[in-house]
T-cell receptor, first 114, second 110 residues
Framework: DAGVIQSPRHEVTEMGQEVTLRCKPI?????LFWYRQTMMRGLELLIY????????DSGMPEDRFSAKMPNASFSTLKIQPSEPRDSAVYFC????????????FGPGTRLTVL | GENVEQHPSTLSVQEGDSAVIKCTYS??????FPWYKQELGKRPQLIID?????GEKKDQRIAVTLNKTAKHFSLHITETQPEDSAVYFC?????????FGAGTILRVKS
């Protein structure tokens, strides 16, 4: 099993640019979670999906952030326009219906907005 | 909503000693309590978890205890080794999502 796959692993962009982060959950998992990690705020849940449907997006910080899950094997997190305070590590995690609480994290995307 | 407090924020131990990290939670309905280990520059990885119908669970040098009445749970690492150095996060499942503690930086000195 390849585990959760995220791309890119590192992203450096300039303020105002659009950023798209990608995630492929573990095959067969039906829940997908997007987290943001910073030193100041720790691990924050941004949004999660069950069976491709967004369930809770209360953690999405602003309208500049959006997430989609067009199918069971792919999700995107988009920031438009990006700002320096968006710099963080963004993790995607997935879990299965059999053990719905057990989440497996991807390697993360380190985003730097200049 | 659920609130998770984790202590201490940093912990230094001598190799071979034990380490204990404690978390308290606020929502008595929480029923699942995982612990994650995150090494520098890497992803959080699940190391052990416990469900509300169990008071203790062990896996080699790692154990977790749960006191539902007091609403706290603890991670115990025995015979610590340098490779145990990492950030450890506790979490609670509040029926909807995982809520994470702020993390504990564990340093094992050799």
């Amino acid at each position: 099993d390849a585990g959760v796959i995220q791309s890119p692993r590192h992203e450096v962009t300039e303020m105002g640019q659009e950023v798209t982060l990608r995630c492929k959950p573990i095959s067969g998992h039906n829940s997908l979670f997007w987290y943001r990690q910073t030193m100041m705020r720790g691990l924050e849940l941004l949004i999660y999906f069950n069976n491709n449907v967004p369930i809770d997006d209360s953690g999405m910080p602003e309208d500049r952030f959006s997430a989609k899950m067009p199918n069971a094997s792919f999700s995107t997190l988009k920031i438009q326009p990006s700002e320096p305070r968006d710099s963080a590590v963004y993790f995607c995690a997935s879990s299965s219906a059999g053990t719905p609480n057990t989440q497996y994290f991807g390697p993360g995307t380190r985003l730097t907005v200049l | 909503g659920e609130n998770v407090e984790q202590h201490p924020s940093t912990l230094s131990v001598q190799e071979g000693d034990s380490a204990v990290i404690k978390c308290t939670y606020s929502d008595s309905a929480s029923n699942y309590f995982p612990w994650y280990k995150q090494e520098l520059g890497k992803r959080p990885q699940l190391i052990i978890d416990i469900r509300s119908n169990v008071g203790e669970k062990k896996d080699q040098r790692i154990a977790v205890t749960l006191n539902k009445t007091a609403k706290h749970f603890s991670l115990h690492i025995t015979e610590t080794q340098p490779e145990d150095s990492a950030v450890y996060f506790c979490a609670c499942f509040d029926g909807n999502k995982l809520v994470f503690g702020a993390g504990t930086i564990l340093r094992v000195k050799s």
